[in-house]
């Protein structure tokens, strides 16, 4: 079967996009999710039919795996980002954070939170983002290089040179406290 002719291909979307949407809804429990699903493992097909061998079996099941291993995908990225948001809202808040959901609790004990939050806000957008996605968001340089439709190495740089300037930035609040005061 050639996947890369259209007719054939348009054959096989018809026969098996039911199964493929149906896997993808089992694991998402969400009609658009599991058809944003199907978009992206039929687009994946045609744009590399010769991923598929039928010597390792049935077509139908290979394309309802693809669609389970890309569903199971998002319903993590949803867990992570569900955890992210609850993080940032505890960061936020005049409540003082969970010490075992924060990875810079100790950070956060000797610093007064309006300081922090100051010190983000002087940071440029990026590098912000990069570190509350990774100390707030719990999310690894890999996940925030994805999200943000980043190399990875630019997501790691973002990081270390946000960890830097943040790092200054605080000294700078720090002292200047300490001469208002």
């Known amino acids: ?51 598929y061998d039928a010597r390792r079996g049935e077509l139908g099941s290979y394309l309802r795996l693809m669609a389970r291993s890309r569903a199971v995908d998002l319903w993590r990225e949803g867990q992570a980002s569900g955890r992210a948001e609850d993080r940032l809202k505890g960061a936020v808040a005049h409540e003082p954070p969970r010490p075992d959901a924060q990875p810079d609790h100790l950070a956060l ?52 040179l946000g960890l830097a300037r943040l790092r200054t930035e605080l000294a700078s609040l720090r002292g200047a406290e300490a001469v208002a005061a």
């Open 109 to 160: 004990e000797s610093a007064d939170r309006t300081t922090v939050r100051a010190a983000l806000n002087r940071l440029p957008a990026a590098q912000r983002e990069a570190l509350v996605l990774a100390y707030w968001g719990g999310l690894t340089a890999d996940q925030i290089a994805e999200r943000s439709d980043i190399p990875l190495g630019t997501a790691k740089s973002r990081i270390r």
């Open 1 to 51: 079967m050639d996947l890369s002719d259209p007719v054939t291909f348009g054959r096989v979307y018809d026969e098996h996009r039911r199964g493929v949407h149906a896997t993808a809804y089992r694991v998402l429990g969400s009609t658009a999710a599991a058809q944003d699903v199907v978009q992206d493992v039929f687009l994946r097909m045609w744009r590399n039919p010769s991923r």
